[in-house]
């Protein structure tokens, strides 16, 4: 409200003590506005715009939000790749309409407001939805205060992001051929898999299969031959690459919880950086004390994760030592940094997801890599050259960290028209059935 505003309200009083009283109020309240926005004009948000594109493999979702000032806009991630047309709806019918004539100053209590308002809450849709919201706002302040997002968060306690990469293969020699190449390109940090998820795409024809049950184009994971071969594969790249590199590897959920456990104890010796999902999130606690009991191997948890429930225990039992939510499925950068806060209390670090994110996404991950002391490491993806044309100004990886420019907001802009030339594509927006050789259904 400008000062213009005030009076206006003021010029309602019914008395002229009245009105001499609301008078001052008005012009006090004003003050305080043109102090606190440092003489800016008030703002008000005029549209949101969703858009869907694929300019590589994954579908993303942006949201651009409008504001009354000419040329001022945000831009935030709300990609999910397997739902795209679900989160993009949810933004048009639900939260334009609520957001529409709103101030953008007003981040947090735009999101309390919107995360309340449909009652039940904390479904990945609607976070989604919510996180294009809020990472749209704050690259909006980074831009009206003409300063990168991370400066209204703290600042740099770090030059740029340190990521992971991904080696996989289906033989020991070609995950060390790929482990090499990275290492060249100066990644300090790189996951390996033998095969799939798993063990995912390892020969063999189930039994499943031979009995007519299911799909063909089911996938089969045989856990006997990933418990065997992964110890194996680790112990072969310690000693063709050497003790200096740190070896993250992904579980990704998909063995029983006595497996895990007993793996990752045979892990241990190895050294590894992390490992990655060992039970699926809705696993008794139970399991994640047995695991600590067990090994000292390092933790991370989270990829899947939507709720507080989630994550709130086994950060502050110290259960996990790295949090490794999709910053859109979790609502957004407000969440993502008062999860970081919470970890830093419980010496838990922070490696958010980074699959499926847009070049938007990955700027607002770094906003957050760049200034908490408990930074772990951050998912890398390297951006092809069409998502770099659809959005200018896309982080840059060079020597294995992420690097965002230095303009206000996340400084990366959107081509809408350029955009609708990579129109997203409806496969596969399932993942397909995973099972064991008797055909059990196994979490992806
Ligand atoms: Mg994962």
Redesign the pocket.
């Known amino acids: 409200m400008n000062r213009r505003d005030m009076i206006k309200l003021a010029a309602l009083g019914t008395s002229a003590g009245v009105l001499g009283a609301m008078n001052k109020q008005g012009e006090a309240m004003a003050a305080t506005y043109e102090k606190a926005t440092t003489g800016l004009a008030p703002l008000k948000i005029t549209d949101v715009k969703t858009f869907l594109t694929i300019p590589d493999t994954q579908n993303l979702v942006v949201v651009k939000i409008e504001t009354s000032e000419p040329g001022l806009y945000g831009l935030g991630c709300a990609s999910y790749r397997r739902r795209p047309h679900l989160v993009a709806e949810a933004v048009e019918r639900y939260l334009k309409p609520f957001l529409i004539g709103k101030d953008p100053d007003q981040i947090e209590d735009l999101w309390q407001t919107s995360f309340n308002m449909s009652y039940w809450r904390n479904g990945s849709i609607f976070n989604n939805a919510l996180s294009g919201m809020d990472q749209a706002l704050w690259d909006i302040k980074g831009k009206r205060a003409n300063m990168p997002v991370y400066q209204l968060l703290g600042g740099k306690v770090r030059f740029a992001v340190d990521c992971y990469s991904h080696a996989r293969g289906n033989d020991l020699e070609t995950v060390e051929g790929q482990v090499k190449d990275l290492m060249k390109k100066g990644f300090r940090h790189i996951r390996i898999q033998i095969g799939g998820y798993a063990g995912e795409g390892l020969p063999g024809t189930p039994d499943f299969k031979k009995h007519g049950f299911g799909s063909e184009e089911d996938i089969y994971i045989d856990p006997r031959i990933y418990l065997e071969k992964l110890p194996i594969l680790f112990g072969h790249i310690r000693k063709t690459c050497g003790k200096q590199v740190q070896l993250l590897h ?1 579980i ?1 959920e998909r063995i029983n919880p006595l497996d895990a456990i007993n793996l990752i104890k045979n892990l241990e010796e190895f050294d590894p950086f992390f490992i ?2 060992p039970f699926p999130p809705e696993t008794p606690q139970h399991y994640f004390n047995m695991l600590r009991e067990q090994t000292s191997a390092p933790i991370a948890m989270g ?1 899947l994760f939507n709720n507080p429930t989630e994550w709130i225990t086994l950060i502050s039992s110290m259960l996990i030592d790295f949090i ?1 939510v999709h910053v859109s499925h979790v609502g957004g950068l407000s969440v993502a940094r008062k999860i970081a806060v919470l970890g830093e209390m419980f010496n838990v670090r922070t490696a958010w ?1 980074g699959h499926g994110v847009s070049p938007v996404g990955h700027a607002a991950n770094a906003s957050l890599d760049l200034v908490v002391p408990n930074f772990g490491i951050q998912e890398v993806v390297v951006f092809n050259d069409a998502t770099k044309e659809v959005f200018p100004g896309c982080p840059e990886i060079k020597d294995g960290y992420m690097f965002v420019n230095e303009a206000p907001g996340y400084g990366v802009d959107f081509d809408e028209e350029l955009s609708k030339k990579f129109p997203i594509v409806d496969e596969p927006l399932n993942w397909p059935p995973i099972r064991k050789y008797d055909g059990t259904a196994v979490r992806p």
Do not use: F, L, N
Request: proline letters at 0%; hydrophobic letters at 0%.
């Open positions: 992904d990704h990655e999902d990829e490794r997801h």
